[in-house]
């Protein structure tokens, strides 16, 4: 199992922490800030789910007036774990 952290860019959130495993699926996502309830049902949504269709269904996602929201930076942070 490989630990990530990664800190977000732009996002309530300031970190967002989660596992991958030798296949590659997501365990453990948990979010540090950000909207609590909807950071909690993307974790529980993303359990067990390939990393790179999680970065892909997530990504490009806006939050209000921002470039980002959480969900992209995700996307972000899946990306760096698999490259």
Known sequence: MKHIDYK????????????????????NLSFDGGCNGNLKGIGKLCEGMIASEAAERVRGTKCGFKNTSCP?????AIDEALS
């Open 8 to 27: 977000t860019q732009g996002t309530c959130s300031r970190m967002i922490h989660f596992d991958l495993d030798d296949e590659n699926r997501i365990h």
């Open 72 to 76: 992209d930076q995700l996307s972000k």
